[in-house]
């Protein structure tokens, strides 16, 4: 019972540093999704996937970079961490068809502190 | 875009009690889908209950309940019997012809024993 599976939970990270999220799901889903959370705020998507090879920016992207090679992995790449991107990070994954009901389960989050 | 508001940024209901969680919306798709999910305190994002804009009956699943109300565009959640282990955050969840989902700001739902 997998489901989607993130690493790290916890990283602090110097500014400037650089560093990937991996994300990883064993559903079959063709979605997956990267949010970021900020205390006391809903979820903000960064990037999202519809599918091997095909990536799109969400609301939030500026920072970030993702790729997706497989139907199961799809890590989130940060370059030159800054401070803004303090913040607890969710993958998540769906399967999307022609019903608007596409649930998402998401990953236990990352949370990451840039000092 | 569409935009989801949850007006409450907290509520307190007594154990056993039933508690309403508001959610509107703003869209013109002609078909979507709205969606609860609960973060308790250890950060996990839980689906609870999903609602078609073209479903013909609320959805329920256990003790939860949506309030749909299609030309009002709102979307409440309603929890029957409210437990200890529902304190949480609660946050309402919008899905359109973008097949992504734009979230609330959250209502943090405290229950009193």
């Known amino acids: 019972n997998a489901g989607v599976t993130q690493t790290p939970k916890f990283r602090i990270l110097k500014i400037g540093q650089s560093m990937t999220l991996q994300c990883t799901q064993d559903?079959?889903?063709?979605?997956m999704y990267w949010y970021r959370q900020d205390p006391g705020m809903g979820l903000k998507l960064i990037y999202y996937?519809?599918?091997?090879?095909?990536?799109d920016k969400g609301e939030v992207p500026n920072g970030y970079n993702v790729s997706r090679s497989t139907t199961e992995d799809f890590p989130l790449r940060l370059e030159l961490a800054a401070p803004s991107q303090t913040s607890v990070y969710f993958c998540?994954?769906?399967?999307?068809?022609?019903?608007?009901?596409?649930?998402?389960?998401f990953g236990a989050g990352t949370r990451l502190s840039v000092l | 875009a569409q935009k989801i508001t949850q007006t409450q940024p907290g509520m307190f209901v007594q154990e056993k009690e039933a508690v309403t969680l508001d959610c509107t919306y703003d869209?013109?798709?002609?078909?979507?889908?709205l969606f609860w999910y609960k973060q308790p305190s250890s950060g996990e994002m839980i689906f609870l209950i999903y609602?078609?804009?073209?479903?013909?009956q609320n959805a329920t699943e256990g003790r939860y309940s949506l309030n749909f109300q299609k030309a009002r565009k709102s979307a409440n959640l309603v929890i029957s019997a409210s437990q200890l282990g529902d304190s949480a955050m609660y946050f309402c969840?919008?899905?359109?012809?973008?097949?992504?989902?734009?979230f609330g700001s959250g209502t943090q739902l405290t229950v009193l024993p």
């Open positions: 998540a994954s769906s399967y999307v068809g022609i019903s608007t009901k596409n649930i998402q389960y």
């Open positions: 559903m079959n889903h063709n979605y």
């Open positions: 996937s519809v599918g091997a090879g095909i990536t």
């Open positions: 869209t013109s798709d002609p078909s979507y889908g």
């Open positions: 609602q078609g804009s073209y479903d013909q």
């Open positions: 969840a919008y899905s359109g012809s973008a097949r992504q989902l734009t």
